[in-house]
C-alpha cells in the first residue's frame, strides 16, 4: 500500500466514557485474548493453537455480534478489530463471560493490521459490518471501503472465502457494491444486494431503525477460486 493509503485512517480516536467493568475488562483480559500489534504475519494456528477456518471482523462495535457469531459457531475462530477502547472492554467482558476459546482481538487500525499482520489467503471470511460511513462529502476519504484497501483485503482471502459489508446508509451502500463489482478478483453471490445472511444477527439498534423504515443492505462477495 502506499504511503497516502496509510496514512489516512477510517476513524477518529473518540473520548468516549469507559466504564470501570469495560476498563477492567480491558485491564485483565487483553493479555489473554488479545493480540498485539506487530510487524510480522500472524502463524494463525499458533494463535489459535488449532487448525479451523478463520473469519475477520473489521469494526466490532461493542461486541454483541462478534460474541453471538463465535459462540454459534464454535469450530470457526474470529479475529476482530476493534480502535476504541470502551468497545474492546466490552467485547472482551462478553467474550469471557460467554466461556469462548475461539475469539481474539486487535486494538489496532484495520488497515495496518490486514497489511502487515493476516497472511495471505488465510481467511475464510471477512466482516464488514456498519462501517462509520462518513456522510460529509469532504469526509468520505475516510471511508475504509474503497479499492485499494478492498485488494488488499481480498488478497487475504483464500479462494472461495467470502466478503460480507452491511450499511445502513444507502449511498454507502452504492459504493460498497461498486467497490466490490470492480475488484476482479470477486464476483457477486447475488444479482445485487444480498438478503441479510442467517449468520449475521440483528442488533437492536438495526430492528429499531428497520421498525422506522429505514433501510439495511447486505453485500456479499466471494473470492474467485
Known sequence: MTTEQQRIRSYVLRQGRVSNAQRRAHDTLLPRFG????????????????????????????????????AAHPDTDYIGIEVHTPGVGSLLKQIDE??????????????????????????????????????????????????????????????????HAATDWQEYAEQILAVFSAEPTLVNTASGYAEKPAY??????????????????????????
Open 35 to 70: 493480540i498485539t500489534f506487530g510487524e510480522t504475519p500472524l502463524d494463525l494456528d499458533t494463535v489459535f493453537d488449532r487448525q479451523a477456518p478463520r473469519i475477520l471482523e473489521i469494526g466490532c462495535g461493542m461486541g454483541e455480534t462478534t460474541v453471538a457469531i463465535a
Open 98 to 163: 460467554a466461556g469462548l476459546s475461539n475469539v481474539r482481538v486487535i486494538q489496532h487500525d484495520a488497515v495496518a493490521v490486514m497489511d502487515t499482520m493476516i497472511p495471505p489467503a488465510s481467511l475464510d471470511g471477512l466482516h464488514i459490518f456498519f462501517p462509520d460511513p462518513w456522510p460529509k462529502k469532504r469526509q468520505q476519504k475516510r471511508r475504509l471501503i474503497q479499492s485499494p484497501f478492498i485488494a488488499l483485503a481480498v488478497s487475504r482471502l483464500k479462494p472461495g472465502a467470502y466478503l
Open 200 to 225: 449475521r444477527p440483528q442488533t437492536k439498534f438495526e430492528t429499531r431503525g428497520l421498525k422506522l423504515g429505514h433501510g439495511v443492505w447486505d453485500i456479499v462477495f466471494q473470492r474467485k477460486p
